[in-house]
């Protein structure tokens, strides 16, 4: 089965920084590309960034680029999601999400985490 | 940037209707498109890739159409469990983006 555990969500000022991590489980892990997406409450989705199995490729959301950095460690089957410069509109549930298939240039997600929470107060 | 428009934001249905979801690329994305379900608290589940591929386990009242800017999800006739969030996503090119949501609501 496969399963995506996020954990580091918390409550930061802004300006802060925070690293996400997203332990995986029941996959080849190193064989998928994998994105952060994030959900600001009562709001919708907002992919984040991707990054491509062999953490070489990036990818950023304009909102994001230049403070958040996604990074990989397949001996750990870990995803990292580190981010500085922390604003009140980066409030969101953070989910890591998995590629639907080990083909390059999958981007649909066809596995997601429970979510953890970031919240920046002002 | 790609940008997703669905609609209607919300629909009101009973069990047994047919719903229909429409979501717009303002370029084409061919057929690189995912629609996805999401329940109050949790997290989303994927329903159809490929505009039309139905995802393993997902059942079969649930389908997709439409390729270039134009798609659409059909749920052929509502259960209880389908009363949630819909949201539609292309998978064409970075950045990636998701339509707005439509809340399908009981009637």
């Known amino acids: 089965e496969v399963q995506l555990l996020e954990s580091g969500g918390d409550l930061v000022q802004t300006g802060g920084s925070l690293r996400l991590a997203c332990v995986a489980s029941?996959?080849?892990?190193?064989?998928?590309?994998m994105s952060w997406v994030r959900q600001a409450p009562g709001k919708g989705l907002e992919w984040v960034s991707a990054?491509?199995?062999?953490?070489?490729?990036?990818h950023y959301a304009d909102s994001v680029r230049g403070r958040f950095t996604i990074s990989r460690d397949n001996s750990k089957n870990t995803l990292y999601l580190q981010m500085n410069s922390l604003r009140v509109e980066d409030t969101a549930v953070y989910y890591c999400?998995?590629?639907?298939?080990?083909?390059?240039?999958?981007?649909?997600?066809?596995?997601w985490g429970l979510g953890t929470l970031v919240t920046v107060s002002s | 940037d790609i940008q997703m428009t669905q609609s209607p934001s919300s629909v009101y249905a009973s069990i047994g209707d047919r719903v229909t979801i429409s979501c717009r690329a303002s370029?084409?994305?061919?057929?690189?498109l995912a629609w996805y379900q999401q329940r109050p608290g949790k997290a989303p589940k994927l329903l159809i890739y490929g505009a039309s591929s139905l995802q393993s386990g997902v059942p079969s009242r649930f389908s997709g159409s439409g390729s270039g800017t134009d798609f659409t999800l059909t749920l052929s006739s509502l259960q209880p469990e389908d009363f949630a969030t819909y949201y539609c996503?292309?998978?064409?090119?970075?950045?990636?983006?998701f339509g707005g949501g439509t809340k399908v609501e009981i009637k």
């Open positions: 999400a998995k590629a639907g298939k080990t083909v390059a240039h999958t981007r649909y997600f066809d596995a």
């Open positions: 029941g996959f080849s892990f190193n064989s998928y590309a």
């Open positions: 370029q084409g994305v061919s057929s690189s």
């Open positions: 990054t491509g199995s062999g953490g070489i490729d990036k």
């Open positions: 996503q292309q998978a064409d090119s970075f950045p990636l983006t």
